[in-house]
């Protein structure tokens, strides 16, 4: 089954109508039109720096043309007053907290890698860490699963596992940049327009109300989390840089054929060899790392102490989420203490929040220097 | 100032004299894989007719999955027409924090069973050694001086 | 045209078209943020989760900054950032001293320079007494921040033998200044093809009585180096403390070798002229003065003295 002209549809409701957020994949699906076409077995997709078609025009003209720098700020401060007496909707009674299982799956936050830092263990021994900030986090939607199957770009294999979506949103913007239908979708959660969006799928246990703020105490010192970003980008490179193939021979009569992969063919009829690892745009793809632990967390400026093998390059945004490993999932509840469901709230902690977290196994700066006793060389 | 100057003396009185060569005993990075040449710092006849006859011994084979080898690895080496066994004591490539880094690239020489074939180190050898096990403590146990 | 103005001028367009990462090539990556865009994020008022620390940072810095001794600035050279435009971030640079400074309350840091001699006492989990102390000249001091590295260098039993401590590392015991002197170069690897009798000093060496804001002299020795294979070729390298070579093998050979190391493109005289180079791998005054002057605060609660032995 192919379906044609799907992308043409959902363009004509975009540019048409204005409609909320919630009802458009419905909206889609009725105006949608299956055809059957021989020979073509897969939905085709757009193409890679085409918009998908559930999307929303993000960016508006600048108003920088028509607007005297008096009335910007005027109007930026009109803004910011607006954003801060608008109710939140956590005023309302607050939703049902659940207990934490092996088998929940909470929600993550967006980070900003900011640089590399040394640590050091107690035993002497030196790791690097990387450093995270999570900047201005929260929730902007929760989908439950009915509503989340539904969805467009929903995948079938997920059917019957109860997995809903949850929206979360970082670094808030003035709404003078974008378009009225991209700040339309924040009414919800009653918070500014964000920089940038994603989507985590959690279990229904660990849904969290739309405007809660999400920060770095939503993890735990000693927790192991996955990360996943873009890596860094290199542009168009060669095939041996890519994909590590062996070029050709530098000199007994070889000329043009240095750095160059060998055969892509055989015969005319043939045609070229399907998947054949070819020259092209190398890096800027979804990767993601598992396992990676968290050594230390700063509350104050909410920064994470990751270990090394964050993807990305510097400044660059990752989505951090609890470990999938089942290990990690168990290990959470072995480790005893309460995990912060569905997410840390200030009023979870009697008194001052400390500044610093460590983990059992790193050295404090604070402390005095590490020492041997002939004891545990034993 | 002047104090140094006699300490300098001294010492230099002490020191051996430097030979002049004209050929580079390793490569810039100064790793130690085959056929490059190492010094031997135990006080066996082997090693100092080596150091007579002004040939230097060769690394024949190193016991290594990388082929490169670092502080505390077995080497095989070729010695005046002769094969022999011997642990690497010391390096002359980049080492990591406090670690030492030497001169020269110090080798040990060992019989087939085990045992050193020397009864004495001439030189320091680094004190993360003691932390490996087996032919090690024998070696360790001839050695004069730890950094 | 006077070369120090063409400076001036070159720093200040730069400074007003704002920051210098637009150039670099990490650009065009779209899911990255710039270092300029974040920080206004931090302290923006839309943002609820700001804190105290990022509205100070991005104060505009003005003149009225403590001034900053140039004594301190020289014996303390670890606390200037990586000038590297493409991986600054205020926080971070914040955060690594904010860890310098509690180490320092710890343990005593003295003044020292490359050329003065140094003896560290190091936990070694393999030592007999459970600790090591190697005595020796220092002849390299690097890196920023927790980074921080320092080479001794001593001959022990006629075989030349090279540590390499990180200062900020836990393991260390303690630091103790036994000479405190300079020498004419920066770095002393050259010492590596000199005769051992240049790096020699007995690790029994006794302490020179050094008192606060003693006078530091600069040692004027100049060595002699061994004849070639050299581990770099010195020939190109404008030495100080070292005496002019003459165990050329051949008049020939000295000709030669004098000849590639004057070639154009191995002088690179160029680069002396190259703003903005120079301004790429120097941090401007402006920031490093706030910097330190944040450090000269701190400075009061660090460890001055060592405790003494009971």
């Known amino acids: 089954m192919a379906v044609r002209g799907l992308f043409r549809s959902s363009l004509q409701i975009l540019t048409q109508r204005s409609l909320p957020f919630n009802d458009l994949h419905i909206k889609l699906a009725e105006q949608v039109s299956y055809t059957q076409v021989r020979g073509t077995r897969s939905y085709k997709r757009p193409l890679r720096h085409q918009p998908r078609p559930w999307h929303i025009k993000k960016k508006a003209s600048s108003m920088e043309l028509y607007v005297t720098p008096e009335n910007k700020a005027f109007l930026r401060e009109a803004a910011v007053a607006h954003y801060n007496n608008t109710p939140s909707p956590l005023r309302n009674e607050p939703w049902p907290r659940n207990e934490y299982t092996s088998e929940t799956i909470r929600t993550g936050v967006i980070g900003v890698k900011i640089g590399v830092i040394p640590q050091w263990k107690k035993d002497g021994t030196k790791i690097l860490c990387q450093l995270i900030q999570v900047v201005d986090n929260h929730v902007i939607r929760y989908n439950p699963p009915e509503k989340f199957e539904t969805a467009l770009g929903f995948n079938p294999h997920w059917k019957h596992k109860g997995i809903g979506s949850v929206v979360v949103g970082a670094l808030s913007c003035t709404p003078f940049n974008y378009t009225r239908k991209y700040t339309g979708l924040f009414s919800e959660a009653g918070v500014p327009p964000k920089r940038i969006l994603t989507k985590f799928w959690i279990t229904p246990d660990a849904a969290v109300q739309p405007g809660t703020p999400l920060s770095v105490m939503h993890f735990r010192a000693g927790d192991y989390v996955d990360v996943s970003a873009k890596t860094v980008a290199r542009g168009f490179q060669g095939v041996m840089k890519k994909w590590g193939y062996k070029g050709g021979p530098a000199s007994h009569g070889s000329t043009k054929f240095h750095r160059k992969a060998g055969s892509v063919q055989v015969g005319k009829k043939e045609g070229f060899w399907k998947g054949k690892k070819m020259p092209g745009m190398m890096g800027e793809n979804w990767r993601k790392t598992k396992a990676i632990k968290i050594w230390r967390v700063n509350t104050k400026l909410n920064l994470l102490y990751l270990g090394t093998g964050v993807p990305g390059p510097h400044h660059g945004y990752v989505r951090i989420y609890d470990s999938r490993c089942h290990k990690h999932r168990v290990g959470k509840l072995e480790r005893g203490g309460n995990v912060p469901m569905p997410t840390f709230y200030a009023d979870d902690i009697v008194g001052e929040i400390p500044e610093e977290i460590y983990d059992d196994q790193l050295y404090n700066f604070a402390d005095p220097s590490v020492e041997f006793s002939a004891e545990q060389s034993k | ?147 | 045209m006077n070369t120090s103005l063409i400076k001036h001028l070159c720093t200040l367009l730069l400074r007003t078209n704002g920051e210098l990462s637009t150039i670099s090539k990490r650009c065009y990556q779209s899911h990255r943020i710039r270092n300029q865009t974040l920080d206004k994020h931090r302290t923006s008022p839309l943002n609820k989760q700001k804190t105290e620390d990022a509205k100070n940072d991005s104060k505009p810095v003005t003149n009225k900054d403590p001034e900053v001794p140039t004594r301190f600035l020289q014996k303390n050279p670890e606390f200037l950032p990586n000038p590297d435009w493409g991986y600054r971030d205020q926080i971070a640079e914040m955060v690594e001293r904010n860890d310098m400074y509690r180490r320092r309350r710890n343990i005593f840091m003295p003044e020292f320079y490359v050329g003065s001699i140094l003896a560290v006492t190091l936990a070694d989990k393999f030592a007999l007494g459970k600790t090591s102390r190697f005595l020796g000249l220092c002849i390299y001091r690097g890196d920023q921040g927790l980074h921080h590295k320092i080479i001794l260098r001593n001959v022990i039993d006629n075989e030349g033998v090279e540590m390499m401590y990180e200062l900020y590392s836990p393991l260390i015991q303690k630091i103790e200044v036994i000479k405190l002197e300079r020498r004419l170069d920066d770095e002393l690897f050259y010492l590596r093809d000199c005769p051992l009798e240049y790096s020699y000093f007995p690790q029994d060496m006794e302490s020179q009585n050094i008192f606060k804001d003693m006078p530091v002299t600069t040692n004027t020795i100049k060595v002699k180096l061994n004849p070639r294979p050299w581990s770099q070729r010195w020939e190109r390298v404008d030495l100080q403390g070292v005496e002019p070579f003459t165990g050329w093998k051949s008049e020939k050979q000295r000709l030669k070798l004098k000849r590639l190391a004057n070639q154009p493109q191995v002088k690179k005289e160029w680069e002396k002229m190259d703003l903005m180079k120079h301004y790429r791998e120097s941090i401007p005054p402006e920031e490093s003065m706030r910097i330190y002057g944040e450090v000269v605060k701190d400075a009061k609660d660090w460890k001055n003295r060592e405790e003494r032995e009971t």
Do not use: W
């Open chain 2, 1 to 147: 100032m002047a104090q140094i100057l006699k300490l300098l003396q001294v010492a230099s009185s002490a020191l051996p004299r430097v030979v002049q060569c004209n050929f580079r005993t390793s490569a810039c990075l100064s790793e130690l894989q085959k056929l490059s040449t190492v010094q031997v710092v135990d006080n066996s006849i082997l090693g100092r007719s080596a150091v007579k006859r002004g040939k230097k011994a060769k690394i024949i084979h190193v016991y290594n999955s990388a082929g490169i080898g670092k502080i505390g690895d077995k080497v095989l080496l070729a010695i005046c027409g002769e094969k022999k066994h011997g642990y690497i004591v010391g390096c002359k490539q980049k080492q990591k924090p406090n670690t030492p880094r030497f001169d020269n690239n110090n080798v040990v020489l060992v019989e087939e069973n085990g045992t050193p074939t020397g009864t004495r180190i001439r030189v320091p050898i680094p004190s993360c050694l003691r932390g490996k096990d087996g032919e090690f403590t024998k070696i360790l146990s001839i050695a004069t001086k730890f950094v």
